[in-house]
């Protein structure tokens, strides 16, 4: 039986999510990447609740041709926010994607924003 790659993407989301947790020290900054937006957001999974979140619809990013440039506008912007909120160490949650491409570069442009993981 094959499977599709939605079906392949959340099954290896269900293996990630067995080993990362996030809590109100160390939030899990989860991404999901659809073929226009990117999406992130911090979550603490103790009480389930979602601190910080930004994608590429907000404001603040502005619109370019090139989505790669847009997932870094999106890291920094998280990074930004998580930073205010007082948080400086999270725990990254790629959603199954593979650690490449878009979902890479946020994660290196929330690095460079000071984010520590």
Do not use: C
């Not at 790669?68 to 199954?96: E, Q, W």
């Not at 650690?99 to 690095?111: D, I, N, P, S, T």
């Amino acid at each position: 039986m094959a499977l599709t790659k939605e079906k392949r993407r959340l099954r290896i989301r269900r293996r990630i999510r067995k080993t990362i947790i996030g809590s109100a020290a160390a939030p899990r900054l989860s991404v999901f990447r659809s073929n226009k937006e990117i999406y992130a957001q911090l979550i603490d999974d103790l009480s389930g609740k979602t601190i910080v979140a930004a994608s590429s619809r907000d404001k603040e990013i502005e619109k370019n041709d090139n989505k790669s440039n847009t997932a870094v506008a999106v890291g920094k912007l998280i990074a930004g926010k998580a930073l205010k909120a007082g948080i400086s160490t999270i725990t990254f949650d790629r959603g199954g994607y593979l650690y490449h491409g878009r979902v890479k570069f946020l994660a290196e442009g929330a690095r460079e924003a000071g984010l520590k993981f």
